[in-house]
């Protein structure tokens, strides 16, 4: 059995039902969802304002291929259009798998370049790290300590200031 922390991500379209799309297709596999918070784009300035959330899954079968497998999957289901030559722009969707975890609960990592675990850019972004606090307050990001941390970091605190919670949105399953 594995767990993943995945993070979503929209900005383009109906944002909500693409959040709630993504929470849908894991069906019973998520255990928590956090709330979501609206936020400016993080390295492409020139687009809309992102709806972001992240959440906790388990299944008993899923090693950490699989997780990536799902996440792209929900993307495609969602129409997401990669264009090259934005890295970070717009979209309908984005699931990144933040970190996995093994049956005995020892995080998993990998180099590879497909699927680098945990994620290599997590501990400097406030729009995964602050709903994390909401499912998980005492979380640990591997290899970067505890989140409550990384959220008082100089290069996270400034895009902390920039996330507005929306209560009007849930994504429970």
Known sequence: MTR???ALGSNLGDREAHLRGAVEGLG???VLVSGVYETPPWGDPDQPHYLNAVLLAVDPAA???DWLAT???LED?????RDPARRFGPRTL???VIAVWNDDGEPVTSDDAELTLPH???HLRAFVLRPWIDIQPYAQLPGHGWVNDLLRADEVAGDLADLRPRVDVHLDS
């Open 71 to 73: 996440a792209q999957r």
């Open 94 to 96: 984005d699931v990144d």
């Open 4 to 6: 993943a922390l995945l």
């Open 77 to 81: 289901e969602a129409g997401r259009v």
């Open 63 to 65: 090693g950490p291929r």
């Open 120 to 122: 290599p850019r997590a």
């Open 28 to 30: 019973d596999a998520v």
